[in-house]
């Protein structure tokens, strides 16, 4: 069953422009990482954020999260055309269980 | 090699064959998954293992989904009587630990035709 549900399901934006895409969870988070998709192909990992951690930055992207909303944010600022990707969010399924269960993910449209 | 490497990269199989697909992970990774992506879609988590046991095989769809891992490296994913639902763009990973994330293949794209 899926941990985390991506929102919005697509986003186009201009160069330049912030993107905002958000995770919602159903149960406690564990870590949640963030991950970018390219032509349908293999996943990069972009950044993870700990259970106990409000938010984390790398270089321009920035994660939030907020346990009590279950909820994260990742956000890229300036955006480019070449963020043009899906991003999806993932968690462990808990219990100690080593699965990572992954979203449907966000379909992200950067415009020259 | 420096990431996971996974072969073939495309693979066109007649409906009723047998297919396998490999997996090669980054050295040391004791980890390795399977995961399955349909068009336009979420992983769907196939297999886990640690080492060459597979603790959590829950995700495999039917008995005609078979992975097995030898030498705590290669992996081969073996589906037996393809039929056209298993046409997807099947995707291994494998980690060293939680904190570092999994590092993805490129995934082989399958079409039973």
């Known amino acids: 069953s899926q941990q985390g549900e991506e929102d919005p399901q697509a986003l186009s934006i201009q160069e330049g422009e912030n993107a905002t895409m958000n995770c919602s969870y159903k149960?406690?988070?564990?870590?949640l990482q963030w991950y970018r998709q390219n032509s349908g192909r293999g996943l990069v990992h972009l950044i993870l954020?700990?259970?106990?951690?409000r938010e984390k930055h790398s270089g321009r992207l920035r994660v939030t999260l907020d346990t009590s909303k279950k909820s994260s944010s990742l956000l890229i600022t300036a955006s480019r055309a070449a963020d043009t990707a899906s991003y999806f969010c993932?968690?462990?399924?808990?219990?100690?269980?080593?699965?990572?269960?992954f979203g449907k993910g966000t379909k992200l449209t950067v415009n020259p | 090699g420096a990431g996971v490497s996974q072969s073939p990269s495309n693979k066109v199989t007649e409906k009723g064959k047998d297919v396998e697909l490999r997996c090669d992970p980054i050295?040391?990774?004791?980890?390795l998954y399977w995961y399955r992506q349909s068009l336009g879609q979420g992983l769907e988590f196939l297999i886990y293992?640690?080492?060459?046991?597979?603790?959590?095989k829950s995700g495999l769809p039917s008995d005609r989904f078979s992975a097995e891992r030898t030498g705590g490296s290669v992996s081969t994913l073996t589906i037996q009587r393809t039929q056209q639902e298993d046409s997807a763009v099947y995707l291994c990973?494998?980690?060293?630990?939680?904190?570092?994330?999994?590092?993805f293949g490129s995934g082989t794209r399958l079409t039973v035709v």
């Open positions: 149960t406690s988070i564990n870590n």
């Open positions: 993932a968690d462990f399924q808990g219990g100690g269980s080593e699965k990572l269960v």
């Open positions: 954020i700990r259970s106990n951690e």
């Open positions: 050295s040391g990774h004791t980890a």
């Open positions: 990973a494998s980690s060293v630990n939680r904190v570092d994330g999994y590092t």
């Open positions: 293992f640690q080492g060459n046991s597979a603790p959590d």
